[in-house]
T-cell receptor, first 114, second 110 residues
Framework: DAKTTQPTSMDCAEGRAANLPCNHSTISGNEYVYWYRQIHSQGPQYIIH???NNETNEMASLIITEDRKSSTLILPHATLRDTAVYYC???????????????FGSGTQLTVLP | SQTIHQWPATLVQPVGSPLSLECTVEGTSNPNLYWYRQAAGRGLQLLFYSVGIGQISSEVPQNLSASRPQDRQFILSSKKLLLSDSGFYLCAWRTAHTQYFGPGTRLTVL
């Protein structure tokens, strides 16, 4: 799996957009970018994933650069409940048939401030 | 919709005692199921995964074991707990594109 680099921590004002960057310069052509978050004392929560195109769902948007070497997770209107550690993971699709684990790095601690 | 349950939510056990953690999934059939452990301040460590009833693969040698007696039930066990078994235990199931995690069981071994 490609290695990812994320800032250790970020702050965001409540109601503003939170933009979380992730560098993955060694990503391979068949690897996806996945984002999860983990609120304190809870299990990780899937947010979004993408291959090449930008993606949007009810939780967030994922912007992937054209060279696919970096991406940004956008929470359009952050709330206090979005305070969590956010993990960017790059790996082949889980539909590939492999039962390999998801490898979580250290992630970014996002703190949403009132 | 699919739901994943784990119990108990928290557990405090003495060293040397047995362990049984249960995970059940609703709303899907024949899921791929996973047991992970997260030590304090650490990442997730895959312990076991199962692609079907009675089919268990172990990722890390240890004093833990897993069983899958039913399609949507995954059990993590130990005959004798060690202090190092303390941690946050997470069950997960896999869809075509990602994994979804349960709420977790926080185990403290004293």
């Amino acid at each position: 799996d490609a290695k990812t680099t994320q800032p250790t921590s970020m702050d965001c004002a409540e109601g503003r957009a939170a933009n979380l960057p992730c560098n993955h310069s060694t990503i391979s052509g068949n690897e996806y970018v996945y984002w999860y978050r983990q609120i304190h004392s809870q299990g990780p929560q899937y947010i979004i994933h993408g291959l090449k195109n930008n993606e949007t769902n009810e939780m967030a948007s994922l912007i992937i650069t054209e060279d696919r070497k970096s991406s940004t997770l956008i929470l359009p209107h952050a709330t206090l409940r979005d305070t969590a550690v956010y993990y960017c993971i790059v790996r082949v699709s889980l539909s590939s048939g492999s039962a390999r684990q998801l490898t979580f790095g250290s992630g970014t601690q996002l703190t949403v401030l009132p | 919709s699919q739901t994943i349950h784990q119990w108990p939510a928290t557990l405090v056990q003495p060293v040397g005692s047995p362990l049984s953690l249960e995970c059940t999934v609703e709303g899907t059939s024949n899921p791929n199921l996973y047991w992970y452990r997260q030590a304090a301040g650490r990442g997730l460590q895959l312990l076991f995964y199962s692609v079907g009833i009675g089919q268990i693969s172990s990722e890390v040698p240890q004093n833990l074991s897993a069983s899958r007696p039913q399609d949507r039930q995954f059990i993590l066990s130990s005959k004798k707990l060690l202090l190092s078994d303390s941690g946050f235990y997470l069950c997960a199931w896999r869809t075509a594109h990602t994994q979804y995690f349960g709420p977790g069981t926080r185990l403290t071994v004293l």
